[in-house]
């Protein structure tokens, strides 16, 4: 049973090595690895859902890839290459909606929430009746540093209440 | 024959939970105690039920039963004995059944306590419960059967629970197999902690809704399921983090967290449950925020079926998605029906939810913790908005967008650098009455060493390295390490004063007294730890997410690369098939740091018999950062040439370190206490009044 | 969604109408935007026997239509459409290529059935290298921001062909490639008037 898997799989390694042997005797592209995967990893794959380019295994991705190097060879700048992959695949290649029409909800509505949960706490902070000074408690107060011992002997008298 | 009696059990518990919700409803409206102690068994009786065909499944699963169709989709005979029994949740129609088994268990239990004094909450989360198992074990019988088997009719070979007229069994000689990915230890146990996490939640969600339904509003449905709902969160930290290491180590991509939309539809219950376990302590030290806290079970608890929806209905696409399936439909009904009736049952409540104590500053505990509380709905609603948006844009515009990374990051940032330093204030301040003037004179020692430990930091990296200040984040990570600071110390700080106090009144030696007064308040000062936890975790985020730098390079053997002040060097590589059938293509590095050789690695990718490779990184983990190398076989691996791309992750063990502590503190403060709950509600919180420690 | 936080000054008080009526609207929107998605995940791919929304389909340097370099859906009412959905990092595609290039062929000279090969996400080289390996001569070009390929299917998954009547209708939707220029013509001929 699993022989002849492995004799099919070794077929298959072999073919790649000596395809791609071929391959690798020539010369190295000029943009590096490093200048391609600064720019594919802001990229999404287009087929594969939230996968970064830069990490996408599947040969799709790997002409995309090669596309990046090819346009960085011809001197195209970061934001043309990723306009470009926005004519020809559509928005969603880009890791954030574009800036423009109902993409600013995405933008707007979070902090616009934010503010309004700020107002409704600060109403209710308002809303509290505030303790005069003189009622507040000091013992129930935060121990303070500079006052060790009042701190230690509200503790003394928990410890003593509680054991 | 096992696979028809799996069945039967399941369609027998089914009949059995429509029942006790039956006689539990008729039980109230009657006021028959009878019917609602028959349906306590009914809901007692479902765990035997449902842990007989769990058993049943995980049979077919180790005996090979390929005939069954779940058992040929997720495992196969190479597979190792302990990876057939995981396989139970290794695809959709047996994780349902191992959720509603896991569902079953705390219901029994939480139906086993002591009723007494909470008779009147019985039936309702008895109802509650079985309603949502009901629904659970409906999915299994009416779409997602586990036990449907394979039949050869004349048309062809296809799953049915019934036999087809005409037709044969038919029996596959070998299964397809777990995913590789999903072969990873991490994986075995990341599910169930998150399922447990989900489950959870339920109890608390059923005693809410029980108080809110007999109008019983006051403060004794919290402090039921406090410690349920600090189980719940326990479980769904442990299953974040151990997916984030999950990913760290099995998929290649040098990350733990991408913020990928199931991600995030586990991460928004866990935001509301922290948010609800503090605002929890308002309601049980002051009796304010009563509608806050129902709203929070209930959001977490909609929070949970909105993930568990996300994830199962094919709504969003992701990486941990279920393949696409029929149960939608049905899950989107129930998830309307709970979040429509549990609102309405909230509104029509409001009145009586009225809160006791409002004789409150602006400095206090409680309104630092509501604080807490906005900045974690913050998050949420920057979370939620961004999983959802994409639905709206391909809805209006035909377009599908991503939100991605920079969206959440940019978003989230501030407002988790502001839960960091509330962190270290909170806890300083009082309940009822604080003032900056208190609140100063606490917090400004530990204030001082943390600028001046900034200072110290920024000094070394002058020295050290002064190339890092050409990082754009580094205002950021200098903001975030003195907020970081500033509450380690705090936290710090306050234990050791307490325990010093502790141990001059008693006599005790420092160590025990520490001891002592930890396991006198082990949810304070197990929420120390936590936050110990936190402030670890969040260094190791800064160092990964500011300062990780990452290069790609296709070596001949021989060749070297420099990153972050290592050298590697490729050395040799080799193929080998493994005894389940795998292919490895293993290489083997060097890493030089001055020239001195301190370690190898083998990166390596192994190519499963079905075409699945699974990239399987190569680590040298220390305190101060890792080196991550990869083999990359998607650029073609070849004997002269081999392609690696090599992560140099900062300070990424800290958080892993930190996630431990987290989850030590969790247990620390959900230890059963040995005092029950029968301390009233009102004693407690004159006790409270008088307490200096807490 | 919004921060609820309790309003405690108003004793004994009900929520206020007005906060009602918003919270039941926000929860109807989320839910109905949800089962709107589902519905949309549920059923990715359009319906046969309702009218295609129409599209212009930009063509690859070398190919025309009709002298353009530009095709429109509608400008081609009274024809048979054949619209194939195809990429060049697909196997399957390179497999069914002849077969629909040959079908094309016999369909030409008739004038009654124009052929569109969609090339969805794809690499120009790479495509251009894929036609002129396999003389592809009808009309080719890239799906431009994926907007004609989720008109069709949401899922896309290449190859795939559909085909629209005289009448703009669709009437025939193939997953997969095609085994033979055989199945071609019967899913054509059909429709032919």
Not at chain 2, 564 to 576: E, H, I, K, P
Not at chain 3, 104 to 118: C, D, I, K, N, T
Request: glycine share 8%; charged share 15%; aromatic share 12%.
């Amino acid at each position: 049973m699993k022989r002849p898997l492995w004799i099919i799989l070794l077929t298959l390694l072999f073919t790649a090595l000596t395809g791609s042997v071929a391959l690798a005797q020539e010369p190295q592209p000029t943009p590096s690895d490093d200048a391609v995967n600064a720019i594919a990893k802001e990229l999404f794959c287009p087929v594969c859902e939230n996968t970064p380019l830069d990490v996408c295994p599947t040969e799709a991705c790997k002409q995309w890839r090669a596309l990046i190097r090819q346009q960085l060879a011809e001197g195209k700048t970061k934001d043309e290459i990723q306009r470009y992959f926005v004519v020809q695949y559509g928005a969603r290649v880009l890791s954030e909606p574009p800036r423009e029409g109902l993409n600013w909800l995405i933008y707007v509505v979070p902090p616009v929430l934010f503010v309004i949960g700020a107002g409704i706490l600060f109403s209710v902070f308002r809303s509290w009746k505030k303790p005069l000074p003189e009622i507040a408690q000091p013992e129930a107060d935060t121990p303070q540093p500079g006052g060790d011992d009042n701190y230690i002997k509200s503790l003394e008298a928990e410890l003593r209440k509680r054991d | 024959m096992i696979a028809d009696f799996g069945f039967g059990i399941l369609v027998i518990t089914f009949i059995v939970s429509i029942y006790g919700i039956i006689a539990a409803i008729y039980g109230v409206t009657s006021k028959t105690q009878k019917w609602i102690e028959s349906a306590r068994l009914a809901m007692l009786l479902t765990f035997p039920l449902l842990t007989a065909a769990s058993l049943s499944l995980v049979y077919l699963l180790v005996n090979n039963h390929y005939e069954v169709r779940f058992v040929y989709e997720v495992t196969s005979r190479s597979m190792p004995l302990y990876l057939k029994i995981t396989a139970w949740w290794g695809g959709q129609s047996g994780s349902l059944l191992f959720w509603s088994w896991l569902m079953s268990a705390f219901a029994s239990a939480v139906t086993l306590r002591k009723w007494d004094r909470d008779r009147e909450f019985l039936p309702w989360v008895i109802v509650v419960s079985l309603l949502t198992m009901t629904f659970f074990l409906s999915l299994n019988l009416f779409f997602e059967n586990p036990f449907a088997q394979l039949w050869q009719t004349v048309s062809g070979i296809a799953a049915y629970t019934f036999k087809p007229q005409d037709a044969i069994l038919f029996t596959p000689k070998d299964g397809q197999g777990l995913n590789p990915l999903l072969r990873h230890p991490g994986m075995i146990i990341h599910p169930p902690m998150l399922y447990l996490g989900f489950v959870a939640y339920v109890i608390p969600f059923a005693f809410a809704i029980a108080a809110l339904i007999t109008g019983r509003t006051d403060d004794r449905w919290i402090r039921i399921t406090r410690r349920w709902s600090l189980v719940a969160w326990l479980f769904l930290s442990l299953g974040l983090v151990l997916g984030g290491r999950w990913a760290y180590d099995v998929l290649g991509w040098g990350g733990y967290w991408a913020w990928d939309p199931v991600e995030i539809a586990a991460f928004m219950p866990w935001l509301t449950g922290t948010a609800f376990l503090h605002s929890v302590m308002i309601q049980e030290k002051r009796g304010m925020l009563k509608h806050w806290n129902m709203l929070l079970v209930i959001l977490t608890y909609s929070l949970v079926l909105f993930g568990t929806f996300l994830t199962r209905s094919g709504v969003l696409s992701s990486v941990h998605s279920f393949a696409q399936s029929a149960i939608g439909p049905a899950f989107f009904v129930f998830i309307g029906f709970t979040i429509l009736s549990s609102t309405a049952l909230l509104i029509y409540r409001w009145h009586e939810l009225q809160g006791e104590t409002q004789m409150t500053s602006m400095l206090s505990r409680e309104a630092l913790f509501l604080l807490n509380n906005l900045l974690f709905m913050g998050i949420l609603v920057v979370c939620f908005w961004g999983v959802i948006y994409p639905l709206i844009s391909e809805l209006f515009t035909g377009q599908k967008v991503t939100v991605g990374p920079p969206y959440y990051e940019r978003a989230t940032g501030p407002l988790f650098a502001g839960l960091v330093l509330l962190m270290g204030i909170a806890p300083l301040s009082a309940w009822g009455h604080s003032t900056i003037k208190t609140l100063g004179r606490a917090a400004w020692k530990p204030a001082l060493a943390a600028a001046l430990t900034l200072a110290a930091v920024l000094v070394w990296f002058a020295v050290q390295s002064p190339e890092q200040f050409s990082n754009p984040y580094i205002p950021y990570a200098v903001v975030g390490t003195l907020f970081v600071a500033i509450t380690t110390y705090i936290t710090v700080y306050e234990v050791w004063r307490a325990a010093r106090a502790r141990a001059k009144a008693t006599q005790e030696i420092f160590p025990l007294a520490l001891w002592r007064l930890a396991g006198r308040n082990r949810r304070r000062y197990g929420g120390y730890v936590i936050h110990l936890g936190v402030v670890l975790m969040a260094m190791g985020i800064i160092g990964i997410e500011m300062f990780q730098t990452e290069t790609q390079r296709s070596m001949a053997v021989g060749d070297e690369v420099a990153i972050a002040g290592y050298t590697v060097r490729y050395d040799s590589l080799s193929q080998f098939p493994y005894e389940d059938g795998r292919w490895v293509t293993r290489a083997q590095v060097s890493i030089f740091r001055d020239g001195q050789l301190i370690g190898t690695l083998a990166p390596r990718y192994d190519l499963y018999p079905d075409g699945q490779p699974m990239t399987i990184p190569g680590v040298r983990s220390t305190m101060a950062d890792d080196l991550y190398v990869l083999l990359i076989n998607w650029e073609g691996v070849t004997a002269d040439i081999a392609p690696f791309k090599i992560y140099h992750n900062p300070l990424v063990n800290w958080m892993w370190l930190g996630s431990f502590i987290f989850i030590i503190g969790t247990m620390v403060a959900a230890w059963p206490d040995k005092d029950p709950e029968y301390q009233s509600a009102r004693e407690r919180r004159k006790a409270v009044a008088t307490s200096a420690v807490d | 969604m919004t921060e609820n936080t309790p309003n405690a000054e108003t004793p004994k008080k009900g929520v206020p109408t007005w906060v009602q009526v918003v919270i039941w609207i926000v929860l109807l929107s989320l839910l109905g935007l949800v089962g709107l998605g589902l519905r949309r995940a549920q059923q990715p791919v359009v319906a046969i026997g309702s009218p295609l929304q129409d599209f212009t389909l930009t063509l690859f340097k070398g190919y025309e239509y009709q002298g353009a370099d530009s095709v429109k859906l509608s400008d081609l009412r009274g024809k048979v459409v054949v619209i194939n959905v195809w990429a060049s990092w697909c196997k399957p595609c390179e497999a069914e290529a002849p077969f629909l290039q040959e079908a094309w062929e016999y369909y030409e000279p008739s004038g009654q059935v124009v052929f569109l090969g969609v090339d969805y996400v794809d690499t120009e080289p790479e495509a251009r290298a894929s036609l002129e390996k396999f003389n592809i001569t009808y009309p080719n070009g890239p799906d431009l921001g994926t907007r004609i390929s989720q008109l069709l299917n949401r899922n896309m998954g290449v190859p795939e062909t559909y085909m629209v009547d005289a009448d703009g209708v669709l009437r025939y939707i193939k997953i997969g490639p095609f085994a033979s220029t055989g199945e071609i013509l019967t899913a054509i001929n059909p429709l032919l008037p």
